[in-house]
């Protein structure tokens, strides 16, 4: 055998195991963060950070503000979750703490907000569209019958416990259509909403629910939440909406974090906070029975995690590192009332 063609067969077998590292490597990756993404071209580009977007507009001076100002949503997810969830987060509503909240429709305990809004209709209120079912022992199906979206029910007749078993089993006409009976059912209950979410981000992540999303945002006039990192996805296939509005930098508490150093965690946020329109997430609720119950065996999110958001998000030192900093807080009606003025 001839010394090119030795070299030749080396560097081909040197190619294809390079080649399969890095595929492991990617599938690695996506599995240990949770991230369930199948199309290897979308997982490269999530990994390299392509965030691809033009901001709206002038959006900065459309909310009153000039373009070097720092804008802030303080946004609580989660309402209708439980009673303690519902009695932190419109206690924090009412005060100023948070600014923004999206209710999970799927939930039992949505009809407290029904009424809070009812009396309080310039509270920001949106529709954290909700296709899993993650707690171990507390569970929901969706607002339709699980017969006409069986694609999204498990065989325990729940939505599926994690955002994979979703992305893997969900058929996207019959995921639009749940999510269409959520958004009618805030506003059949009397919900002000403005925007809609993703909880746990589930629709983020396959372009084909990520394109139904941004279009129920259309079809119903409403904001929609994007964090710039989501943006990857928009390419020559997939134009950027023309009336869509991007948070340029998102902030959440990390799995795995120590409540204790939630304190520490947002004032630095604050303190660094960059001119643009950015978001922070929180998840509140008392470290009571109900919430113990319903979070077992899950730290994350849990009882004592969405204690200290609370104590965090209402305490005075908060409250003067965002005077300090001399942060502008806006919320997702505002957005609406600029990109769907017909909305008003």
């Not at 909310?63 to 009673?83: M, R, T, V």
């Not at 949505?110 to 569209?129: A, M, T």
């Amino acid at each position: 055998m001839s010394r090119i063609k030795k070299l030749l067969i080396f560097f081909t077998k040197w190619t294809l195991i390079s080649l399969l590292t890095i595929i492991l490597l990617v599938i690695g990756y996506f599995e240990y963060k949770e991230i369930p993404i199948y199309d290897y071209k979308l997982a490269y580009k999530f990994m390299k950070g392509d965030q691809n977007y033009t901001q709206y507009e002038n959006i900065a001076q459309k909310l009153g503000y000039k373009k070097e100002d720092k804008l802030l949503i303080i946004h609580a997810d989660d309402l209708g979750l439980s009673n303690s969830v519902n009695k932190a987060s419109l206690e924090a509503l009412k005060n100023g703490s948070v600014n923004s909240a999206s209710v999970m429709m799927t939930c039992e305990k949505i009809y407290e907000i029904s009424e809070f809004s009812k009396q309080n209709p310039e509270i920001d209120f949106g529709v954290h569209l909700t296709v899993t079912s993650e707690w171990k022992h507390y569970k929901w199906d969706g607002v339709l019958d699980s017969s006409v979206i069986p694609s999204l029910i498990n065989s325990e007749g729940s939505l599926y416990e994690n955002i994979k078993l979703v992305t893997l089993n969900a058929e996207v006409k019959q995921l639009k259509k749940e999510l269409q009976a959520q958004i009618d059912l805030a506003k059949s209950l009397g919900i002000n909403i403005s925007h809609i979410d993703s909880h746990e981000g589930a629709l983020f992540f396959k372009k084909e629910f990520f394109k139904a999303y941004l279009e129920l945002a259309d079809e119903n006039n409403l904001a929609v939440f994007v964090p710039d990192l989501v943006t990857v996805q928009f390419d020559d296939n997939f134009n950027q909406p023309e009336n869509l509005v991007i948070i340029d930098e998102l902030y959440m508490a990390k799995n795995g974090m120590n409540p204790n150093d939630f304190e520490d965690f947002y004032v630095d946020i604050l303190n660094n906070l960059k001119p643009g329109l950015n978001q922070i997430l929180v998840h509140l609720g008392y470290d009571d029975e109900e919430m113990k119950k319903i979070t077992i065996d899950h730290p994350n999110f849990g009882s004592e995690w969405r204690l200290e958001d609370l104590n965090v998000i209402t305490s005075k030192k908060f409250k003067n590192t965002l005077i300090e900093n001399n942060i502008k807080l806006v919320n997702w009606r505002e957005i609406q009332n600029i990109i769907y003025p017909s909305s008003l």
